[in-house]
């Protein structure tokens, strides 16, 4: 569905629910080019970065882009693959949250999707494939093909009849988004596929790599594979499992993971560091790290990106400032927070024409009671220590802890970071202490 931006403040509610950009018109539309506030001057853009790398056959292959939930990678992402677009490069997006379980997605389900993904562009691309080598991989997946039917026919029908590559492969595709959904569902022949990848994972590469050669085979060009939301598996420390499996970092041609931030600061970070090349995509600062000053560009940036979705007018000024000061440059709170005051606007008065001072009050309110449920009062010092030096403390798995609970950001090239304003204001309330 296509956003328009919004006149009034009840269109406010579904084009800020709404907040990754996922589609061409979209991105033309709303998107906002934001790299060089969150990295400061002189530093270079990590979505640059990648869109180059991906684009020379020298250098790492695989990249982990890092940062916060909520941060804006997803957009990022989705932009960077229009720019692959432009540049007529065979790329695909997979959105793990539609494509994979969270909670049960492994390494071998990431190897299989990137097969599949292959298998997509291959089809889309009219790339011809083997006879000998597709029955190969469909017995691979399940040994036995005799009963698989494909419209009504059997596999070794259409087989046998001399079935044209192109179309067949057409046919046979919804078998192997089949195995994708057994993967999901996380059923008995999704832990077939799984022992079967797991005991012959060299056959799978093969499989793998020869799809890549077939592909830039007829385009001159390697396939490119991103995969959206990774990031997000539950629990997140599983990520470290996944990407410690070696072969995800070993692909032949380009591939872009998301990884949590956050598990920069645990100890088997370090093992991933020579597998794969990594790119923080840091936070939209909006206060300065010297002075706490209000970061004037970090600012302008969000309203940018506010008024992009909706009308500036929509807004009181000092609402708005207030809100995105508070919710600490973090877009997912900005969206949130935005909704729920526009929300609050329309419940104060159904004819209500801005959204008010107070109804940002009431959504900031909110949502601080939400953050604090994650917060102990034995934190209070370890956090303050963290706001006044803008580093992180020895104590890594306190740090780990924090950036879990997205109790503290990270900010620009440079890795200072500080605690989220609302976690300020609380603790500032509910402690002796007071902030310098």
Known sequence: MIMEKATKIKDIIPVFDKQALNNKEDLKKFYCDTIEVRMGENRPSPIDDLFEACKTTEGKKTHLLMGHRGCGKSTELNNLKFRFEKEELPVTIIDCNLETNLFTVNHFDILYLIFLSLLNIAEKNNISLDLKWVVETLQYFKSDISDVKIEDEKINDVINAGAHIPDFLKKILPFFVGIKTDLQLNTSSSTEVRTKIERETGKCLNFINELKDKIFFKLKKNPIIIFEDLDKVIPESRALDIFSYYVLGQMQFPVIYTFPISLSYTERFADLEGIYNFLPLPMIKVKNKKDNAICTSGINAIKEIVGKRAEISLFEDAALQEL???????????????????????HRNVFADKIEQ????????????????????????????IHNSKCEIDDRAAMLKFFQAHLVLEYNGDRWCDVHPLILDFIKEHSKDRLK
């Open 324 to 346: 995105i000061l508070k919710t600490g440059g973090l877009l997912r709170d900005v969206f949130s927070c935005i909704v729920d005051a526009a929300k609050c606007a329309i």
């Open 358 to 385: 107070k109804d940002v009050e009431i959504a900031l309110t909110d949502l601080k009671s939400m953050m604090t449920r994650r917060l102990e009062t034995k934190n209070y010092e370890a956090l303050l220590k």
